[in-house]
């Protein structure tokens, strides 16, 4: 693990996020691989195989539900982590902090949700999937940032990064009011049970991560025969790990949750995720007319990631900075801000993780979802590459944010 020296003061652990940006977003790119071997495979000899057996049975669940319901719970633990660590020990640390990239990612998910309700008004059997092109998906957007070199600031990176995670943040709580089925009471009484014994063992200050780790796979459990999604343990769990390394002792790498943090992203960014894309990319395309582009879905996931999310994510940064809230990113100009709302505009990963909870119980809106999340997704990619590749490269050396004192109080552990 990488730290900054610094003559007068101890170097800090960086987030596995920041790791992430330091490393070319490398997850991102096989992300994306992933992602084009899908369709390749889906349209290719093997496509009816590729069908088949993501919906063969491993003992209760199906393939596909495995991944999208156990190890995409991996994924929200490290979601997890990085919201707690942000917002109590990093960029998202005081409210001034988090004013830009807040409302600039309330902007990015409330006005691509309204694009969505727009197009989709008159067909009341699609509505459900409004919250579909709310997510951004970080990994992709970071590998297309890393492709782009010195074109973007360290800033600007920093700012994404930052509003991905309050996107991340708004999504878990989408999932957890909109999209939930009946609940089991029963279970979640006993999930309930489980959370507050994880709640005791964070206050007793228990450090070894084996406890934790064996309630979490039992509140998974739980939760999942709750009705709530199961992704939503993952957050739970992640939450009731410790940040400190002892009590009283400041924040540093031997706490247990940058290990857990440091442990599961190389997991989670070369394997879970783009196991996730190839299971869930893969569209069939072969008797797809030009008017399935045209169908609400298609269109009201298209036009939302595309459209809403590069108008919300503008002017929510605009709006933010007009009123005096916060200042744009240091060295970034507005052509950089709108390339970034551009890319925020990418929302593969999520977007077809809230479209499957969505149209659950509508197959046929399957590849409808599927073919508007790509196409939006796309289309930010190349639309936000091209503005930051024509625009004007940073003058000098960014500038880095003054470090906070290491020892300074934080609300809980």
Known sequence: MRTTSSPRRLPRPLSALRNLLVSSAGGGLVLMASAVLALIVANGPYGEAYAHALHAKIGPLSLLHWINDGLMAVFFLLVGLEIKREILDGGLRTWPDRALPGIAALGGMAVPALVYVAVNWSSPATLRGWAIPAATDIAFALGVLALLGSRAPVSLKVFLTALAILDDLGAVVIIALFYTADLAWPMLALAGAVTAMLTVLNRLGLRRLG??????????????????????????LALAIPLRASPGRPDDGDSPLHRLEHALQPWVAYLIL?????????VPL???????????????????????????VLGGVWLAVRTGLAHKPAGATWRHVYGVALLCGIGFTMSLFIGGLAFANAPEFDTETKLGVILGSVLSTLAGALVLSLGPRPAGRPAVAKERPSNARRIGS
């Open 211 to 236: 406890p934790y780790l064996i309630l979490g796979a039992v509140l998974w459990l739980l939760v999942l025969r709750s009705g709530l999604h199961a992704t939503v343990a993952g957050v739970v």
């Open 286 to 312: 072969a008797g797809l007319t030009p008017s399935a582009l045209l169908a609400p879905v298609t269109l009201g996931v298209a036009a939302g990631l595309f459209l809403g999310k590069q108008v919300g």
């Open 274 to 282: 783009p196991v996730f894309g190839f299971a869930n990319a893969g």
